[in-house]
């Protein structure tokens, strides 16, 4: 099976910009998490989707937003890039989304905001 | 979802036997206690998962004592390749909670010494 993939890998935007971000899980897989890691507060859930309901959101401003199309595929944007929001975005799947089940994770996306 | 405590950082020469303990004191009947491995710039890895006694597989063991408040994860012969971020999680692999995101907490930096 293929594993998580996410496009781009690397972005860069200046401040003001809003960015989109995309994901493709796991065939198979119905649930999708993102992720944001920065060094200085390590990895932080952003929200998770399963069939294309956004089930839960971490605490982020709602400059934060995402979806899930019905093939799973799922898509994050970012609306008014802050110099903040430089970090490494990560994606991750698993088949139903609880909170003991193996979370599969793509290489991320690497995001720098000048 | 049950807390984990973990230590911040650990060193190991190559060649030594690393184990690096979890405390989840509040786990629930139904969870079960799960590993994962991040490499810098990487997402995290599953490394092995357990819920009592003892699972071994091809890269760790998993030792959970019998009252399940903690577990160790033992990397036997580490090379420097395992210096990584190793992070404890606990959960049910079915149960959602709406109001409890996945956390993955600081982790455990360890790094193997030539």
């Known amino acids: 099976k293929a594993g998580v993939t996410q496009t781009p890998r690397y972005l860069i935007k200046t401040r003001g910009q809003q960015v989109t971000l995309s994901c493709s899980p796991i065939s198979g897989h119905r649930s999708v998490s993102w992720y944001q890691q920065t060094p200085g507060q390590g990895l932080q859930f952003l929200f998770e989707?399963?069939?294309?309901?956004?089930?839960n959101k971490g605490n982020f401003p709602g400059r934060f937003s995402g979806r899930q199309f019905s093939n799973s595929r799922s898509e994050m944007n970012v609306s008014t890039l802050e110099l903040g929001d430089s970090a490494l975005y990560l994606c991750a799947s698993s088949p139903f989304g609880g909170t003991g089940d193996t979370q599969y994770f793509g290489p991320g996306t690497r995001l720098t905001v000048l | 979802l049950a807390k984990t405590t973990q230590p911040i950082s650990m060193d190991s020469y190559e060649g030594q036997e690393v184990n690096i303990t979890c405390s989840h004191n509040n786990i629930a009947t139904n969870d079960y206690i799960t590993w994962y491995q991040q490499f810098p710039s990487q997402g995290p890895r599953f490394i092995i998962q357990g819920y009592k006694t003892k699972v071994t597989n091809e890269v760790a063991s998993l030792f959970i004592p019998a009252d399940r408040k903690s577990s160790t994860l033992s990397l036997p012969r580490v090379s420097l390749s395992d210096t990584a971020v190793y992070y404890c999680?606990?959960?049910?692999?079915?149960?959602?909670?709406?109001?409890?995101?996945?956390?993955f907490g600081k982790g455990t930096r360890l790094s193997v010494i030539a």
């Open positions: 989707y399963f069939s294309e309901t956004q089930r």
């Open positions: 999680l606990v959960g049910d692999f079915l149960s959602y909670s709406g109001n409890t995101p996945l956390v």
